[in-house]
């Protein structure tokens, strides 16, 4: 595909950068320092060539005609399937639901899996940490089915504390474990492994929300031992409004629809509707086909880089910006140490509201997250309504956070703090 580098253990993310058009302008007069790859990345030419291209000449509804562009477009939107597939070592094509979005994916499975598996005596296991994303949906229907919704607490590195399970499992029949694979506030990365097993002891089934994993490190479902995965194309290079959910075959199998209409279906009668057979009973009417098609591209496009070169990377930048950062009087950075973090660092400048950091840093032309990220109940652990992030991908530079500490030293000076 032709991306700026080749494929190597360590990656050149200046080189890189000239892929993505984004960075070939000034923000507020200055070179854009974008550190807010968490909450969604920028896209490269190639992801956003192919998608035009396939506008262009391979656009149709999928599944449906018989013409020549049609047969294209769905040869494009399946083989998008294909790659998904292989992305997260998954053993079948059928296994791959395209989704909107994590977000969907997550509630898919809140739905069709947890209303007609859970009942009063149940337990659905969350943690402290997690994104509205995996929390929301399983407090929603864990309240709609009358289970119990248990969470995991942290401990004050941000990290899951797995002696509450044992109390957990006394609250009843633990049949679900719904767990990030990595924090998007703290950037923790989480022992899913263990918490699969865990929940395979108890005869649960363990949901892995992998948004702001699947874009940074290798995944393969089978040696993690989940059941379900989630995770947002955005995230990883590729168009918003478009994402994925793995999920083993059988329990799809046995799964009810969650949206309904066209295509779900295998034959409609006045008196009653068979379902289509996997994955295409979990994708009712028209989907997102180009975006489909665009998650596939920066699929592999973020492939060709290395997802171990991006993590080593990834890891780099935070050790450096955790370094530079612990040195700046005032203060408070929440999360792990490095070397058990991914690339996200959250902090608090001690007398200034996030929003007032992240205005003067978007002065100097530094882009960065402020707020709860989706993660009120951590807020709420953490003693804090919000936080100022910074994260970083494949194009992330060590000028990047250098612009950081000065832009944070500018807040200070600003704020008399
Ligand atoms: C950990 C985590 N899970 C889920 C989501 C939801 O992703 P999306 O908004 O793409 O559905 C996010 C987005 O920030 C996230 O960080």
Redesign the pocket.
Known sequence: MGVAVTPATTLDAQKLRADFPVFDELVNGKPFAYLDS???TQKPRQVLDAMREFYEHSYANVHRGVYALAERATAGYEGAREKVRAFVNAPSNREIVFT???????NLVAYAWGLDNLGPGDVVVITEL?????FVPWQFIAKRTGATFAHIPIDDFGELQLDALDDIEKLGNVKVVAN?L????LGTINPVEKLAAWAHEHGAIMVV?????APHRPIDVQALGCDFL??????LCGP?GS?ALWGRRELLEAMSPFNLGGEMIRSVRLDATSWNELPYKFEAGTPAIAEAYGMGVAIDYITEVGLDAIAEHEHELTAYALDLLGEIPGMRLFGPPAERRAGIVSFEVEGVHPHDVAQILDWEGIAVRAGH??TQPLMTRLGVAATTRASFYLYSLPEDVDRLVAGIRKVKDTFGV
């Open positions: 968490a909450s969604s909107r979005s994590a977000t969907e994916a997550l997690e994104h509205h994303s995996n990030n990595v924090s998007n506030s929300d992998a948004a702001q994993a989630a995770f947002s194309s955005h995230k918003s994402g990220h989706c």
